[in-house]
C-alpha cells in the first residue's frame, strides 16, 4: 500500500531521473557528433535528430503509462 506522499512524489522523481540523463546526453552530445561526423556527417545529423527526437519520446510514453493508470 502507497501512500499518498510517495504517490505525489514518484512522477517527481521520474521526471528529474529523466532529464539528469538526457541532460547528461546533451552534454555529451557534440562530442559524439563530432566523432560520428569523422565517418560521415549524414551519420552525425542522424543521431542528434534521434537523441532530440528521443527526449520528446520518452515524455510522451511516459504520459500514455500514466493516462491508463489513472495517474
Sequence with gaps: MTTP???DRSPVVAAAVILL?????????PKIMLWLGT???????????VFVLAFFLIFWLR???QRRRGL
Design 39 to 49: 565517418f560521415s556527417p549524414w551519420l552525425a545529423a542522424a543521431f542528434g535528430a
Design 21 to 29: 540523463v538526457v541532460g547528461v546526453g546533451f552534454f555529451l552530445l
Design 63 to 65: 504520459a500514455r503509462y
Design 5 to 7: 506522499e510517495k504517490k
